[in-house]
């Protein structure tokens, strides 16, 4: 059992891929918030919500809870892209805007070409 654990968005493509990219490198357990059921004693301890799984992904690791870009900036340095996860923890509130336009546009192009990339580099290693 991997000693990370992952909420996405299980109908968001860019999550899917970007999470199927970071498991190349990262042992990790992960579920789409829509099959949590979030009225189950772990997630209320964990102050976990359904509201904030809609909005942003969540980690669970070694009784630590990050979300947003802090989650992203812990998977990017686990999975060996410590440079990229430097910047976003150096950046703060911008990696923060960054993310929520991320979260707000999946549909722009930029991320459904970056999805695309996501999916052709996981379809050489799986």
């Not at 190349?24 to 997630?43: N, R, S, T």
Request: positive net charge; hydrophobic residues 40%; aromatic residues 16%.
């Amino acid at each position: 059992m991997a000693n990370i654990f992952v909420i996405f968005d299980g109908e968001c493509g860019f999550c899917f891929e970007s999470l199927r990219w970071v498991e190349q490198q990262v042992e990790l357990d992960a579920a789409p918030f829509q099959q949590i059921d979030f009225e189950k004693d772990q997630w209320t301890k964990a102050g976990i919500t359904y509201q904030q799984c809609q909005q942003e992904v969540v980690i669970l690791t070694s009784g630590l809870k990050l979300s947003g870009a802090d989650a992203i900036a812990f998977l990017l340095n686990a999975r060996g892209n410590t440079r990229a996860s430097w910047m976003i923890k150096k950046f703060g509130r911008l990696s923060h805007l960054i993310y929520r336009w991320v979260a707000r546009n999946r549909n722009s192009l930029v991320i459904r070409l970056t999805t695309r990339y996501f999916r052709y580099s996981n379809k050489k290693f799986y």
